[in-house]
């Protein structure tokens, strides 16, 4: 038992990020069971990019994942625990998104400068092309300039309001924990060739522009859903 419970740690966590916002659901003033069609899109719109991504940079040994603690089981090369992610990842963060926008109300704080979002995408999309010979830095920096260019463009006015913010705190907070836990074991190790080597605690730096690009583009595609 102990030794099936620590090779299936990655999807445990996996979906244990899951049962919360699932539970509640179904809470009469929240009904977030109606915004399942947009979650569903969304997740898919976004996620199927990034999983793609996965799956060729482990096949390019940018990462490869730890047997010890995420099974053997392999599909494309990625272990069970990283699809749920794609799941539900999505799915808590939407939730979050949702239940301080009626709990707490969303307001508009400030109107951004849409010069200044892509100043922002040319500076990650600079960076790209500067450390090009890093294949995870590069990728990572690049879907950052990505996010920044498709917000300045298609939801200019989201980085203004409240709710974006809170939900941007809340990602970051829940990945350094759960990160943070995956990266300790390891679940998963990177290649010195591909990544700058920093790291906050046991996080490389490049995971943090990989959450940055994933949920910011998450919340974009939903806002437009």
Do not use: C
Not at 86 to 113: C, G, H, I, Q
Not at 188 to 207: K, N
């Amino acid at each position: 038992m102990g030794h099936w419970l620590k090779a299936n740690t990655y999807t445990l966590i996996a979906l244990g990020v899951l049962a919360g916002p699932l539970a509640f659901s179904f809470e009469s003033s929240l009904r977030f069971w109606t915004h399942w069609p947009a979650v569903a899109l969304a997740a898919a719109v976004v996620g199927l990019p990034f999983l793609v991504w996965d799956i060729l940079v482990v096949k390019k040994g940018h990462w490869r994942f730890n047997p010890e603690w995420t099974g053997r089981f392999r599909l494309f090369g990625l272990p069970l625990g990283e699809y749920l992610f794609f799941v539900t990842v999505p799915y808590a963060m939407l939730f979050s998104y949702e239940a301080f926008r009626t709990l707490w109300l969303d307001r508009v704080l400030f109107v951004p400068p849409v010069a200044l979002v892509f100043g922002l995408a040319a500076v990650f999309f600079g960076g790209a092309v500067l450390w090009r010979r890093q294949g995870y830095t590069a990728l990572a920096l690049a879907a950052s300039g990505l996010y920044f260019a498709v917000t300045a463009v298609l939801v200019p006015e989201l980085p203004g309001t409240l709710g974006f913010w809170v939900y941007l705190a809340f990602g970051f907070v829940a990945f350094a924990v759960v990160n943070g836990v995956y990266t300790a074991l390891p679940t998963i190790h990177y290649s010195p060739a591909a990544v700058w080597g920093r790291r906050v605690g046991t996080i490389p730096l490049e995971d943090f522009f990989y959450n940055l690009s994933f949920l910011g583009l998450l919340l974009d595609v939903y806002r437009l859903l």
